[in-house]
């Protein structure tokens, strides 16, 4: 059985480690510092094997030379991307990675947008999606489009609904926040957000999600629905039509007027 716990970084980062029930082996997903991994390990008696990056951000891959340097064997499994120096394998959409520690396999998707090369990896009922999707939220465009990110949206919001999302920041209560200006209306959100808000007085992480409640309470994963159409024209001041339309001005609503 796949255990997979948050080893918090920095003032909102989660690094995956990921392992076998009763194994020492381990997979971190995205370390964008050495130090927690580091100590994790050593206060529980584990090792390092593989390295999982969704993208080339610097709180995503700050930590990945030194984890080489700790433990030279480690595979380092990524995106083709010149900006992340230090991978061993790379990795592109539709690959299955087979971790040899590891029981469960993963399935690579490129779900571009927030970065121009970001991928996700799939597996074991599972997406660790890097900073394409957050709790209740989605990233910043920043060189990927809004296009791309839309597609992507589109694309983990036809996974199976009780797929395990595992975003790499703990950013729910402030999406909850916005989402509820987008449908001011919704009790989903407004029980979400409580929930939300109750872990977080105990200091609990507040992901991984299901993706049926990204379904129910993101925005970004609800474009086709008339109430949030309607909330991202009023915010635009123009008609919108597609999809993409209506994401690219939920984002520009939020980048501008609510982060």
């Not at 194994?23 to 994790?40: C, I, K, M, N, R």
């Amino acid at each position: 059985m796949l255990d997979i716990s948050p080893i918090p970084a920095f003032d909102d980062n989660y690094i995956w480690l990921l392992r076998d029930s009763g194994s020492t082996q381990t997979t971190v997903v995205d370390p964008g510092d050495e130090g927690p991994v580091l100590a994790a390990l050593e206060a529980q008696g584990l090792e390092l094997s593989a390295i999982l990056v969704t993208h080339h951000h610097d709180d995503h891959i700050g930590g990945v030379e030194d984890l080489r340097a700790a433990f030279p064997k480690v595979r380092v499994l990524g995106p083709e991307d010149r900006r992340i120096c230090a991978l061993t394998h790379v990795v592109r959409e539709g690959d299955t990675i087979e971790i040899p520690d590891l029981s469960e396999r993963f399935q690579v998707l490129e779900v571009p947008g927030h970065t121009s090369t970001h991928i996700a990896y799939l597996g074991a009922g599972a997406l660790f999606c890097g900073d394409t999707l957050f709790a209740a939220g989605c990233g910043r465009v920043f060189d990927g489009t809004f296009d791309q990110l839309a597609a992507s949206l589109e694309r983990i919001a036809a996974l199976p609904e009780a797929t395990r999302c595992y975003c790499a920041h703990e950013y729910t209560l402030a999406n909850l926040g916005f989402a509820g200006r987008v449908e001011p209306e919704s009790t989903a959100i407004a029980q979400r957000k409580q929930a939300v808000s109750d872990l977080r007085a105990l200091g609990r992480p507040t992901v991984p999600s299901r993706l049926r409640e990204e379904l129910a309470t993101n925005p970004f994963l609800r474009t086709g629905i008339p109430t949030v159409r309607s909330a991202a024209e009023a915010a635009s001041g123009k008609s919108l039509t597609t999809g993409a339309e209506v994401f690219t001005a939920l984002r520009r609503w939020k980048d501008g007027q609510y982060d």
